[in-house]
């Protein structure tokens, strides 16, 4: 009889993390997203704000928005367009006041033409996305209010597994901006075909004869000629008035960036809220049966395994969609980019573009410099680091890894040990 109530106790409690796990219920232990304290690159610079260190610039054409970038070291030339309604100020948002993305590293800035808000998704290692609203009105002092419920109707849906992220899609939209449901919609990251992307975003760049889905509406070109190609545009004067914009562009390689990054992010919080949840599960289980506290379940251990493997193999490009031709942006931000380093001794950087054949020349995603990288949990990082460093060294040459080449793997592990401070030991034998 104990031991029957010993196994029905214990179903209990996996059962129950287990159901946690699914709905992802952020708002308890241990992940605590509305009531956790978070930090991003937004908190030392509320602080700055109230403490009079910094003041944010309004003007008349853009609000807030210059004067937010320059402070955040967000670059002009990340500039995207996006022109279905599909963001929080959707009555802002069509083909001729399509809504401006910013980005870097750690943060995403929303704008919208006459815009109540700037909208802000700032990575956080703890929290996964952090969202932010500031509010663009000139009367009032420039003031950040977190969102920890509304932008998680959709940032926090299923559609990121119940936790908080990114969500770039690919959307049918009508000559408004509203979207053709029965057309459906896709997830979009650097696996997703070329042909597949951007719809209901404006494109500006050139990809041969690639083509994708932007730079139109259902049934028609946007500038409204039947014959004017959607691909390979360079100019986008003839669908909307771009002088209204920081700059004219909404450039190739920075969509493909973002798209990226983006769920880069989400495979790498993902994996940090995992683990910590599994790790909170074995700590209950062994204060159940009065287990030592450094217990360890093969159960546990192979959850934790798998949440990182998703991340390792994103990180490595797996299953990235192939370029069939080069393409190239038409704003600085490609030049921008890859300048930012950091560089080894050979001049090399995980930041350097292809761009003919796939996305980057060395295939890991510089996201492991990013600020969410460096503060996973350290069971998180450990394991990550354990698989980067097996496929790296060529020890696991399983087929998931195959389009890495020796030349590849011997590249980046190269890379990693003068550009990475943190690595374990065994990397640098």
Known sequence: ???????????????????????????????????????????????????GKITLRHDDNHGYLTSLLKELNVPQSSQVLVYSKTSLQRSRIGPKTPRAIYFNDDVTIGFCQRGDVLEVAAADPNLGTVFYTLDQNPKKEAAFTRQTEMCLICHGSSGN????????????????????????????????????????????????????????????????????????????????????????????????????????????????????????????????????????????????????????????FCEEAPLKEPVEGTSGFTKEFAARGPFDSKGRSLRAFDLKTRMFRYPLSYVVYSRMFNGLHPEAKERIYLRLWEVLTGKDQSKEF?????????????????TKADLPAYWKK
């Open 161 to 316: 597994q119940g936790f908080p992220g990114h969500l770039i899609r690919s959307v049918s939209p009508d000559r408004s901006g509203e979207l053709v449901l029965s057309r459906g919609s896709k997830r979009v990251d650097h696996s997703t075909p070329f042909e597949d992307r951007w719809g209901g975003w404006y494109v500006t760049g050139k990809s041969g004869k690639q083509t994708h889905l932007g730079n139109q509406i259902v049934g028609s070109a946007l500038s409204g000629d039947e014959d004017d190609p959607t691909t390979n545009v360079t100019d986008l004067k003839p669908y909307f008035t771009v002088a209204n914009y920081l700059t004219p562009h909404s450039d190739l390689v920075a969509l493909m960036v973002l798209e990226h990054q983006g769920e880069t992010h989400n495979r790498v919080s993902r994996a940090n809220f995992l683990v910590r949840l599994a790790l909170a599960e074995q700590e209950s289980l062994n204060k159940a049966f009065k287990q030592p506290n450094g217990e360890r379940t093969e159960g546990i251990t192979r959850r934790i395994n798998s949440a990182c493997e998703s991340a390792v193999k994103y990180l490595l």
């Open 402 to 418: 195959a389009h890495l080449s020796a030349t590849d793997r011997q590249s980046v592990l190269e890379i990693l040990r003068e």
């Open 1 to 51: 009889m104990q031991n029957t109530l010993r196994i029905l106790f214990v179903f209990g409690i996996v059962a129950e993390f287990a159901s946690s796990l699914r709905a992802a219920d952020l708002d308890s232990a241990p992940i605590n997203y509305t009531t956790a304290t978070a930090d991003d690159v937004i908190v030392p610079l509320i602080r700055n704000i109230r403490t």
